[in-house]
């Protein structure tokens, strides 16, 4: 007989009028019974049809998994609050891009397809991504490639070569492996091909494919081939090897000179003497941020005026409506909305504050709300004094040196999801996953607008929920998401779990300790094993 007759002909449903409850009338015992005895007769029944049957049983182990994911053992963080300093699950996760057994050694010189010469163009983080994918393409070709030049022309004018900016020594060993770079080509043959390089411009997000059938025959051809304008010129998903090197240029062999490092970190140790942890903020609330993107911040006449002017610079911008690109979530917030977002999220007043940004539209007056929110307030001509005089000609040495201390912060904070903010979110994610705060934009947008509508409890409460998913953590990196750049998946591992030591760490889990000046100094030496040990000396 089956569950269904059992229960058809086992038991009825009597309706007590004066008490309003329902008994079940048993026919063994003709008396009534309450729901909660009958509830546990028919379990038990099920448990001995599922002995001779395995089918029930084979459900329950169904439902008990389903059940034990709502356990509190398996939620994120959905009704615990939020460590706003550190991810209570980033310790399960690593970087990973080493070689593969079957990736096959560089090419030398003389068995390559030739030299390939790369023009980056942008600023300095727009430019580092096409360095990274530069040696992506030279691996592709079989070619040697030359060390790539940067771009003197952008909108910064900055003067400064690969020399100056990056290790190149340390580029050309690191690589050896996987791509020969030269500094040159060689005069003998710059003689033998009698004219200057052939150049060509490739269209973005190419495919290796591309490079195959319509690079490669022009440069076998020639033998030696600049690629102009060369940023973005390379697909976001290829081969997961090829995904591998990439992360090898940007997370390792890309390394910024010794003073800048040396300077970057004598700024961290300075700001870790003050504070044991810090938060950096990249502003970029610059003119020519707020110009190109069309937005609107109620400066007037005056500010459309300005903002206008700069938009001609670039000559094929469409005109915008600047009320609908906020809705879209695309105008980057004010420094006063960035103070409220982190106050909502739970940084106190006395959180230190490091930030990282050009020149400020609108000056003093834009930034003063901030200061108000977070009166330790400080930047890299706040910190560094007169010692960063030397380095104030070059936009690119003063974007790297903001670089070095905002990838050491404790918590990055981006205002706008630019090339600074997605290269250094995906450093972050595989150095680690340290907290990496993107503002969700589109969703805070209409919750500054009605601020005033609603008390101060409720405005955190909703700022948390619309940041949930936006905090740098773990889980947030998906296949295919994104920017490799800003989500570098095929270079995140996870280590296997072992449930007696997940439930241990979550029973001992308290909030992160403030890291010491002990342990930002050992971080740094294990990336920069070449510190000078008087330069360090001087540090402390």
Known sequence: MGVAKVWRYSC????????QHFFFSCWLWRR??????????MLFALGLISLFTGYVASNLELYSQRLAKGAWFYKQDGDAPIDIWKSRYSTSYYGCSERGPRFASAVNVRSSNGYLL?????GLNQQRTGITDAVVVARILNATLVVPELDHHSFWKDDSDFFDIFDVKWFISYLAKDVTVVKRVPEKVMRLMGKPPYTMRVPR???????????????????????????FRVANDLDEELQKLRCRVNYHALRFTKPIRNFGQKLVVRMRKMARRFVAVHLRFEPDMLAFSGCYYGGGDKERYELAEIRKRWATLPELIPDEERTRGRCPLTPHEVGLMLRALGFKNETYLYVASGEVYGGEKTLQPLKELFPNFYTKEIVAGDELKPFLPYSSNLAAIDYVVC??????????????????????????????IRPNAKRLSALFQARNKMDWDTFSRKVKSCQSGFMGDPEEVRLGRGEFHE????????TPFNHSNFIEKYNNHTPSANPSLLDSRYRYIRNSSDLDDKILQKLY
Do not use: W
């Not at 790369?118 to 942008?122: D, K, L, P, Q």
């Not at 989500?487 to 996870?494: F, H, R």
């Open 12 to 19: 009825g449903v009597l309706a007590n009028t004066q008490k």
């Open 32 to 41: 009534p019974i309450s729901c909660t005895k009958v509830c546990g007769f």
């Open 118 to 122: 790369i023009a980056t163009s942008g």
């Open 205 to 231: 997000k190419s495919e290796p494919e591309y490079y195959l059938d319509q690079v490669l025959p022009v440069l076998l051809k020639r033998r030696v081939l600049q690629l102009t304008k060369f940023d």
């Open 407 to 436: 990838d050491e912060s404790d918590v990055f904070v981006t205002n706008n999801n630019g090339n600074m903010a997605k290269i250094l979110a995906g450093s972050r994610r595989y150095m680690g996953h340290k907290r990496t």
């Open 487 to 494: 989500y570098p998946s095929s270079c995140i591992c996870k």
